[in-house]
């Protein structure tokens, strides 16, 4: 049964009143014309800065034909949505062949055969894209790989560019800061992005990777029970994958329950991209729900925090029923934070991107984080410069109260965390080579980002062209840092 609303979802929601008791189903709001408007906010109506109150609120998955009759509480069931959820390329061809153009397609096979990821599309966010202009639809750029696009991979790229088996002293378990463990509790995700910065692990094997497995296991989870209590250090977890919408509620359970039996342990965070690709589970998995429900009021009953991580790149991403499923959490005392990545043709222009992150805040979805595209290989054309993420950090702070603001880091390759993408030490646009330090994870150590290559000017392309080159490049930009006598952590 879907949660049913009678409130409508604009911006007359500013002039409810709170009363006790049930939400009031009709709102009593003051007629604006009636109101002298005071100059400092005549601006912002004049502009459409409310946009980000309207929820699609439509049938959308009428336009795959297969779908076409389904009725809304059919296409929320949690069920239907896992078990046709798109997995190979004949899937897709099944259900949209008709509806789009076919060398697009073909375009797709052949990208899908270069990917290092497999492709997994959930029926809510297959129905999302435009099938009649899919190359520059966001959420096809997220999901579905085309050859035509595909930009020959940066030098410096690596698979695992995090280091993060590097730094795992129990299997799937990451310890790189003192406080703090990233826990991978398995491999599997309810769709697979194609920029996965553990594109290592994640999903089955492609033709260009073969994958390190993360598997779910009571016996692995009880080795990293075992680490976390014997490291006093240890107050932050991560609780991740993979992504942990894939785990049944018993297990959402016993996780948050061993983890919050630790007495150091403080805060726990499940981190899903569920919210964003499948928000309908939220609404119609009571189990599921109501489990994150008994963590988190364990939790708070412990005076210790336990919320949710978000994954969220675009407004195309959001319906009402994201909304519905939002508000859901909201009132069941769970705080959900949202960390997007930087992707080009996706959200890497300010107007996008502030209408994300106040649409993310209008749902009590707090923007924590924007990321610097990690250097996964093999999604070149989805990377951004340095300048890039910098420029819209300028152009987004301001718009939003401070704690809605999101920081806006890079996540430098070699395992040095994330920095503040303002807080290089050395940036050369021409090479693209930024100089990062990290001295609570490393002080000895440096840290590079490479921007693309086909950011770079003439000069910079030519330059990387040549193998040779490639050293007295960031030896070049070491010594410009003043930072050569450190040493340089990839
Ligand atoms: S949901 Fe997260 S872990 Fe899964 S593929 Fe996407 S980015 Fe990777």
């Known amino acids: ?143 579905l790989p085309v050859l035509s696009r595909k930009e020959p991979d940066h030098p410096m790229l690596r698979l695992d560019s995090l280091q993060e088996r590097r730094d795992s002293p129990v299997h799937g378990l990451v310890h790189r800061y003192p406080g703090k463990v990233l826990f991978l509790t398995l491999d599997v995700c ?30 692995r989870w009880n080795r990293a029970f075992a680490y976390i209590a014997s490291h006093p250090d240890v107050e932050d977890v991560v609780i991740s994958g993979g992504d942990t919408y894939m785990l049944p509620p018993v297990q959402i359970r016993f996780i948050g329950q061993s983890l919050l039996a630790i007495p150091h342990v403080r805060r726990i965070r499940y981190a899903t991209k569920g919210i964003a690709v499948m928000p309908t589970k939220i609404l119609t998995h009571h189990e599921w729900r109501e489990a994150i429900f008994h963590v988190t009021e364990l939790g708070r009953k412990m005076s210790k925090e336990v919320c949710i991580h978000t994954h969220f790149n675009s407004t195309n991403e959001i319906t009402d029923l994201t909304r519905q499923a939002a508000d859901l959490l909201f009132q069941g005392g769970v705080k959900v934070r949202n960390q997007s990545v930087l992707i080009r043709g996706v959200n890497d222009d300010p107007a996008r991107l502030v209408k994300l992150i106040s649409q993310l805040a209008w749902m009590n979805i707090q923007p924590y984080y924007v990321y610097q595209h990690d250097m996964v290989k093999g999604v070149e054309e989805l990377r951004t410069t340095v300048a890039t993420n910098q420029e819209l950090e300028r152009r987004v ?53 490479f921007d693309p290559l086909s950011r770079l000017d003439e000069i910079g392309r030519e330059r990387w062209s040549r193998p040779e080159e490639h050293g007295r490049i960031i030896a070049e930009a070491l010594e410009n840092a003043g930072l050569s006598h450190l040493r340089l952590t990839m």
């Open 1 to 143: 049964m879907l949660v049913s609303y009678t409130e409508k979802n604009t911006a007359t929601e500013l002039g409810s009143a709170v009363t006790d008791g049930e939400p009031p189903s009709s709102i009593a709001v003051a007629d604006p014309s009636a109101v002298d408007e005071p100059p400092s906010t005549a601006r912002v109506a004049a502009t459409d800065a409310h946009s980000h109150r309207v929820f699609r609120n439509d049938e959308f998955w009428k336009t795959i034909p297969s779908w076409s009759d389904l009725s809304t509480e059919q296409f929320s069931d949690w069920k239907f949505q896992v078990r046709n959820s798109v997995t190979d390329f004949a899937g897709l061809v099944h259900l949209v062949g008709g509806i789009t153009d076919g060398a697009f397609l073909e375009d797709v096979r052949q990208g899908i055969l270069a990917a290092p990821m497999v492709i997994r599309l959930s029926p809510y966010i297959l129905s999302l894209i435009d099938w009649e202009n899919p190359y520059d639809d966001p959420v096809r750029i997220q999901f």
């Open 397 to 449: 702070r301001g718009s939003l109260a401070g704690f809605n603001t999101p920081l806006f880091v890079n996540d430098v390759p070699g395992g040095g965390g994330k920095r503040d993408v303002h807080s290089h030490d050395w940036y050369d646009r021409s090479t693209g080579v930024s100089i990062y330090r990290s001295p609570a994870v490393d002080s000895d150590a440096v840290y590079c980002y």
């Open 190 to 219: 309810p769709v697979y992005c194609r920029f996965c910065t553990r594109s290592y692990a994640i999903g089955q094997n492609t033709g260009s990777v073969e994958k390190a497995t993360i598997k779910a296991s009571v016996d």
